[in-house]
């Protein structure tokens, strides 16, 4: 055993070790490097992330809504990184705009959010936001817009598409409307909660007073309760309010505003009247 051994570690004693080539090492020490600094970018990329929910957070814990001028719409929504949803109103509520319809979409909005806020489903994940156009005009520039009230929807990654901004000339800006839309969008579901409304309780008892107060201080002649003329007003009165625009506007819920096809132009009053 000892002789076949010995040529066996002579071939061993022989043999010369392999190092690498002297070129792999900055090989080696530049993929090094480009691994540290990956690992540190993606770290810095979550911090951002981290620091930019939170803020978000913090602004939605004070306020359902939180307005936006040109620095923040640039940080918070068109640079990434972002996991999140941004529904964001574009709007002219001062005083010399004279935009009544951003008013009244704008108590939508403000029903909407708070909905959502206050549900139990609340999360990081959708967030609402306002910009004025007197606070960032540069804002409607960058986008092209000379229409407001406008609702877009900016998803957590990539561009908004034409389905992210949502169809106000022909939906409406009713609350529930906009719920569906935001479902459709980042499949968050949010149920409407409206305040109580005591309009409509308040009338019917000062309604149900003052005929009481008619009747009790015509007890003694009740004969106008049989009278035909009074009766045939009332009816017309009812017939007139059941056919008029005011009635057909409740049932269908028309659009506030119409853009024309031809000329873009919205219009307030549609040119076509009640009936199409």
Known sequence: MGARGAPSRRRQAGRRPRYLPTGSF????????LCIQLGGGQKKKENLLAEKVEQLMEWSSRRSIFRMNGDKFRK??????RNYSMIVMFTALQPQRQCSVCRQANEEYQILANSWRYSSA???KLFFSMVDYDEGTDVFQQLNMNSAPTF????????????????????????????????????????VFRPPNYSGTIALALLVSLVGGLLY???NNLEFIYNKTGWAMVSLCI?????????WNHIRGPPYAHKNPHNGQVMLLSPWGWFF
């Open 239 to 247: 017939v007139f309010a059941m056919t008029s625009g005011q009635m």
């Open 122 to 124: 609340f999360c990081n």
């Open 76 to 81: 918070f929504i068109k640079t990434p990184p």
């Open 152 to 191: 877009m929807h900016f998803p957590p990654k990539g561009r908004p598409k034409r389905a992210d901004t949502f169809d106000l000339q022909r939906i409406g800006f009713a609350a529930e409307q906009l719920a569906k839309w935001i479902a459709d969008r980042t499949d968050v579901h949010i149920r």
């Open 26 to 33: 900055p090989f080696l020490l530049l993929l090094l490097l």
């Open 217 to 219: 201080l015509r007890r």
